[in-house]
């Protein structure tokens, strides 16, 4: 597997949890907390949007569970059978919700401590992005991790773009790799023109480019998983599809 230290989170996931279990520095804790939040808010506040929470409660749950992470320890009981991540957070999100989440909403925003601004998710909510109404909470919350891999996949591959001195090509064909949010739809006529390419041109560097992006994809899929094999890589793929 090639190297990731081009990646927007320089370590893996699971490499992560590890890391903050055998810690013994709150601040690499805290660390590494604050990583993961940065990948999986969405699909912890979108499913405690789901299970009925109002903004503003669902804001102070999602901080309180991620706290509870570092607080209680809650690393320690991530076993490596668990095998994923989302299935990891699910499981504890639910555990966390059914004992937990009431007193902690009692402290006010998880006690003064923050690891993600309360100010980004009122303004980036999104939580309807994943999904629809008639979703289930977990079918959400699947969708809304298969979109958040996506999007880490997608900056991966912008920073590589980047760095080779490509970032208008990228930035012009991002919208065709992939259907995130928020991207204006563009046709591979309207891109070959602002690219002054012809449209045979334009069909090999898209090829080239989503190639590349399926492998940063799967580089990134792997990240997620405690053993990454082939089989286990291909299955989290296919389930990214389904999910959408």
């Excluded at 989440?101 to 006690?111: P, T, V």
């Excluded at 309807?128 to 979703?135: F, K, R």
Aim: with cysteine; proline share 4%; hydrophobic share 40%.
């Amino acid at each position: 597997m090639t190297s990731r230290s081009d990646a927007p989170f320089p370590a893996t996931r699971w490499s992560l949890v590890a890391g903050a279990r055998a810690a013994s520095d709150p601040r690499a804790k805290r660390a590494a907390l604050e990583e993961l939040c940065a990948l999986y808010w969405r699909p912890i506040y979108g499913f405690l949007r789901h299970r009925g929470l109002a903004a503003a409660e669902a804001q102070d749950a999602t901080q309180g569970f991620f706290l509870s992470l570092l607080e209680e320890d809650l690393f320690a009981k991530a076993q490596a059978e668990t095998g994923r991540m989302r299935s990891f957070l699910l499981g504890a999100l639910q555990r966390w919700q059914r004992g937990e989440w009431r007193k902690a909403q009692a402290e006010k925003r998880g006690g003064g401590q923050e690891l993600l601004s309360l100010e980004v998710m009122a303004e980036d909510d999104g939580f309807e992005a994943a999904g629809s109404d008639n979703d289930t909470p977990e079918r959400h919350f699947e969708k809304s991790c298969a979109l958040s891999l996506l999007e880490a996949a997608m900056q991966r591959l912008a920073k590589e773009q980047s760095a080779a001195g490509k970032e208008q090509t990228f930035a012009t064909l991002r919208p065709l790799l992939a259907p995130l949010n928020g991207e204006a739809a563009i046709t591979q006529e309207e891109a070959a023109q602002h690219l002054r390419l012809t449209p045979e041109a334009l069909r090999v560097t898209l090829h080239r480019l989503r190639k590349r992006f399926a492998e940063v994809l799967r580089e990134t899929v792997a990240d997620t998983l405690t053993n990454p094999t082939e089989e286990a890589i291909q299955g989290e793929l296919d389930a990214l599809r389904a999910a959408f």
